[in-house]
Structures are given as C-alpha cells and as structure tokens.
Nanobody, 119 residues
Framework: VQLVESGGGLVQPGGSLRLSCAVS????????ETWVRQAPGKGLEWLFS????????YYADSVKGRFIVSRDNAKTTLYLQMNSLKSEDTAVYYC?????????????WGQGTQVTVSS
C-alpha cells in the first residue's frame, strides 16, 4: 500500500492550495479517509475523516468551512482543497486510510507534504 501526498508549497495568507493523496495497492470494502497535520513543534492535529462511500464526514472546527475534501471517481486520489489559508495552517499535511478490521484498526499513512503560509 502506498499513499503519496503532493501539492504542498508556499502560499500567502488568504490564498488557496489543493493537496492530493494518490493511493495504490490498497483494497478494502469500508474504511475512513483522513487528513491530519503537524505544525512545527506540535503534535498531530486531526482535520478530517470520512467513510469511503462519502458518508459520515467530519471536519475539525479549525478548518470547517475553509477546507473541503473530495475524491476522484476512481477513488484512487483524495484531495484537500484549502481556502482562506492562515499562518497557523503552516504544517506538514498527511493523508491516511484507517481500516476497521473486527475490533482493531489498520492504519496506512502517506509521507506528508509541507504547506507554508507566509507573506
């Protein structure tokens, strides 16, 4: 299983950026797609989770109304559209797939992509 994020970079405050998470080698019937980030010197911050069927989507309050998650029709790429970016959005962004298997979970993570919001 491989998850590869891309699309990060430097953007000015108020700007937009779209991150992509390309997935290969993954197959599961039901799973959660997730985005998290890690700001410099801080722990992981959960941003979004949603079932692969598009139901049960949840956004963190810190990004609700500014960030939108979507996926391509083939469900091989997950997107994170980030609008009205703020300096506090500066972080490494990770996509992940969380697969429930019985009472346990399997986690698959990408390598992360850096987003820097600065003028």
């Amino acid at each position: 299983v491989q998850l590869v994020e891309s699309g990060g970079g430097l953007v000015q405050p108020g700007g937009s950026l779209r991150l992509s998470c390309a997935v290969s080698g993954f197959s599961a019937y039901s799973y959660y797609e997730t985005w998290v980030r890690q700001a410099p010197g801080k722990g992981l911050e959960w941003l979004f989770s949603g079932l692969n069927d598009g139901q049960n989507t949840y956004y963190a309050d810190s990004v609700k109304g500014r960030f939108i998650v979507s996926r391509d029709n083939a469900k091989t790429t997950l997107y994170l559209q980030m609008n009205s970016l703020k300096s506090e959005d500066t972080a490494v962004y990770y996509c992940a797939k969380w697969v429930p298997i019985g009472s346990k979970w399997e986690y698959y993570w990408g390598q992360g992509t850096q987003v820097t919001v600065s003028s």
